[in-house]
């Protein structure tokens, strides 16, 4: 049985509708009756349209000004939720998701659920599992508390799929006042440069770890075979740490999490931290020169090997293939 | 400047994690160490109170059974003195009321301009008690900072985005959160060290507070862990040896799953 009416804070990206807020939205249809979202953008026109094409009804729209948009996020709910009384609200472990939920649970005085990979809903009782212990134990648990139950998912944990739903009727929400939580101003935007696809959408993902032996290596090694493959390169946090990637190349717990047809690790160790990002990919390569790494306990194909020698073999084989 | 930073101890994380059966909640048996994550939250205040030419670094950390043996660390790394709040109410704290309890803290401390978290916790990693705590007491939050500077009575920090980064700043008094490896922590010195055993450690229950029982612990969770399971494993497919042509298996694999 359905519960009544289940909410997702939404997000944007690029301009666009973030995929994860696509993923919850599309989780939503199956769990409420009502399924609406609210967004804090500048410009929700032009991102209300998806999010009705997977299942938000109406999309209630922030402008968050010059303030951070997880804090505006917290403010707005905290309005509408007295108004328009939602039983579930969904939320994206991400940045600004946490942010909104965090406010917001401390506003209402709510309990929250955060991490969760799924969500069980009968009538009024949810359910939420989430993975612990680098995703070998899945703990589920059920809110007793007052609603509207708060939950938050790590990206990926649901497919996202248009539901052929009506463009989403915007509905302004204006006079939120975030107090002085709202003095946090953002002065100024950096955009870092990306090529190909972003890692959480792209098919094929090659990741390097400590076994690249040195920085200069991860350029020719893992870049150059993501690009060849039209993929994304990946990180374990060991290399970030070191300092040879930015952060938002890092795959795992405290990185991102991706579920590409084909995951290829390449001198990783396989850390329950790091597997917890990417277990979930379709295929996986491993390459390490260790036959006991622990990535090779969930390798659809393994190769024992030095990294040094076989990728640069394996970059050759591409390019003579013309890809 | 006084800057009140937060510290959980926790369990080694190289140890494996373990679910007590009976409470349904992780082991904390034996003796807990400072989270990593919160190092470099240390390290940060530490730097920022020096720059700023004065003041003090205050931790707070709310563990059980009194533990304090990674604020000692913390304390040995330069922090001045320390509030911890440990009683048997606090079992089964979910985040809000850890939160709760920090905010509380930071009124007790008094004075404070800055408040410094980790993003999240090792164990716990729901990364929520940042916003939490700011909300708790009305002040702004500045999350997933990658680089702080105080002056003018504001802070300013680089925010982590999924793009890059956000300048964002604030007036004081603030929380901030600062992502690992912001900076370099320290080693305690041997001074330190031995500096560390003599620092007050404030001890305060629930009630001191200004909390009651039922806003904290397992009442205050208003929720329950209705199964602990395996998750289902998966498996592993071939592995082969590299006798100089393991490339051209990758290849095949590849041609196998159409992505070349
Ligand atoms: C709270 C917490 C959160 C964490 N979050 C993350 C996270 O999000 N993501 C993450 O990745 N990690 C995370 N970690 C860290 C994680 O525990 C591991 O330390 C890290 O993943 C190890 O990275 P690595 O595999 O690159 O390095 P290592 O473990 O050092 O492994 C290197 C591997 O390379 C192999 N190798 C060496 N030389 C060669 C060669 N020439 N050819 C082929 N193979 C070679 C070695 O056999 C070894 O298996 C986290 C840890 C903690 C405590
Ligand atoms: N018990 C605690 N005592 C002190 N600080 C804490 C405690 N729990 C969490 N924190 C702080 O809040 C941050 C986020 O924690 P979490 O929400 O558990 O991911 C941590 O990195 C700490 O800086």
Redesign the pocket.
């Known amino acids: 049985m359905p519960i009544g009416k289940v909410w997702v804070f939404a997000e944007s990206d690029e301009g666009k509708a973030s995929t994860a807020s696509l993923e919850l939205l599309t989780k939503a249809r199956e769990l409420g009756d009502t399924v609406e979202a609210v967004l804090v953008d500048s410009s929700p026109d032009a991102i209300a349209p998806e999010l009705g094409e997977h299942g938000a009804a109406k999309v209630y729209a922030a402008d968050p000004g010059t303030s951070l948009t997880g804090v505006m996020g917290g403010a707005a709910l905290a309005k509408l939720i007295e108004e328009h009384k939602p039983d579930l609200i969904l939320f994206d472990q991400s940045y600004d998701g946490r942010d909104a939920l965090a406010r917001l649970s401390a506003k209402l005085d709510l309990p929250t659920l955060t991490n969760g990979s799924a969500i069980e809903v009968d009538g009024d009782s949810v359910t939420v599992a989430t993975a612990i212990f680098g995703g070998n134990t899945i703990v589920k648990t059920t809110f007793s508390g007052p609603k509207p139950f708060l939950a938050c998912f790590r990206p990926k944990s649901f497919a996202a799929e248009a539901g052929g739903g009506g463009a989403g009727e915007v509905v302004k929400v204006e006079g939120v006042d975030a107090g002085r939580a709202g003095e946090a101003q953002v002065t100024d935007h950096h955009v870092e440069e990306r090529e190909g696809p972003k890692l959480e959408d792209a098919e094929v993902v090659v990741s390097g770890?400590?076994?690249l032996?040195s920085a200069e290596n991860y350029e020719p090694l893992v870049e150059e075979l993501a690009k060849l493959l039209k993929g994304a390169s990946g990180a374990?946090?060991?290399?970030v740490d070191a300092g040879w990637v930015p952060y938002a190349k890092?795959?795992?717990?405290?990185?991102k999490t991706v579920k590409p047809k084909v995951y290829i690790a390449?001198?990783?160790?396989?850390?329950?931290?790091?597997m917890v990002?990417m277990k979930g990919s379709d295929n996986i390569v491993a390459?390490?020169?260790?036959a006991e790494?622990p990535?090779f306990s969930i390798a659809d194909l393994g190769v024992v090997?030095?990294?040094?020698k076989v990728v640069p073999k394996l970059i050759e084989a591409l390019k003579a293939k013309g890809g | 400047m006084n800057v009140l930073v937060c510290v959980k101890q926790i369990p080694d994380?190289a140890v494996p994690g373990e679910l007590d059966p009976e409470t349904k909640t992780l082991k904390r048996e034996g003796k807990l160490i400072l989270d990593?994550?919160d190092a470099y939250g240390v390290e940060m205040s530490l730097q920022l109170a020096e720059k700023a030419g004065g003041g003090e670094v205050t931790l707070v950390s709310m563990a059980p059974n009194d533990e304090v043996s990674g604020l000692r660390t913390a304390l040995a790394m330069g922090a001045a003195k320390a509030i911890l709040v440990s009683d048997p109410e606090l079992q089964g704290s979910d985040s809000l009321a850890t939160a709760k309890v920090i905010a509380k803290a930071v009124e007790r401390a008094g004075d404070v301009d800055l408040v410094v978290t980790a993003t999240e916790s090792?164990d716990g990693?729901t990364g929520t008690i940042p916003a939490q705590v700011a909300e708790l007491l009305g002040w702004p939050s500045l999350t997933f900072a990658k680089h702080v500077e105080i002056g003018d009575g504001k802070v300013t920090i680089q925010r982590q985005t999924e793009a890059g980064y956000d300048m964002v700043e604030a007036p004081l008094p603030a929380v901030v959160s600062v992502t690992a490896g912001v900076v370099e922590p320290r080693y305690p010195s041997f001074k330190g060290i031995m500096a560390a055993k003599n620092k007050p450690v404030d001890n305060a229950k629930v009630a001191d507070l200004g909390l009651s029982g039922d806003q904290v612990g397992w009442a205050g969770a208003r929720q329950e862990i209705v199964s602990i399971e395996a998750a289902p494993e998966r498996q592993a497919g071939e592995k082969i040896e590299d006798e100089g042509d393991a490339h051209e298996r990758i290849v095949a694999f590849l041609e196998q799953l159409k992505v070349i």
């Open positions: 770890g400590r076994g032996g374990s946090r060991a290399i890092q795959v795992g717990q405290t990185g390449i001198g990783i160790s396989g850390a329950t931290q790091h990002g390459i390490n020169k260790d790494a990535i090997g030095d990294a040094t | 994380p990593d994550s090792t990693y």
